[in-house]
């Protein structure tokens, strides 16, 4: 019986462990931004006027699961599951009902 318990305490304690190194991640996710959103979303022109802090956490998502990106779907279509992850919980921790503010670097 102790051999069972401890077993599953074990088997607890990976999956608690594991489940923490896939959970999205906000830096990562400014890092997928920089380097497929960032060559168009830049200061100055249109597309620079969306940013993280333009939509509140639920548009961002409907954003991201329903690929809203008008100008070009195939950016949202051929990210990875896990960068497309990482770039929503970036959006959603910088959006506009957020509260947290985005800062520079």
């Known amino acids: 019986m102790k051999r069972i318990i401890s077993l599953l305490l074990v ?3 990976v999956l ?3 489940s923490i190194s896939y959970a999205a991640s906000a830096r990562r996710g400014k890092r997928v931004f920089a380097k497929v ?7 100055g022109s ?7 802090s333009s939509k509140t956490m639920s548009q961002w998502k ?3 699961e329903k690929n809203r990106h008008d100008v070009d779907k195939k950016v949202l279509d051929e990210m990875s599951d896990k960068d497309r992850d990482n770039l ?8 506009l009902d957020a509260a947290t503010v ?4």
Do not use: I, N, W
């Not at 959103?37 to 200061?43: D, L, M, P, T, Y």
């Not at 929503?88 to 959006?95: E, G, W």
């Open 88 to 95: 929503l919980k970036f959006l959603q921790d910088y959006s």
């Open 11 to 13: 088997l607890a304690m």
């Open 37 to 43: 959103c960032e060559a168009c979303h830049v200061k």
């Open 102 to 105: 985005e800062t520079c670097g």
């Open 16 to 18: 608690a462990v594991s």
């Open 62 to 64: 409907r954003f991201v």
């Open 46 to 52: 249109d597309a620079g006027k969306l940013k993280p």
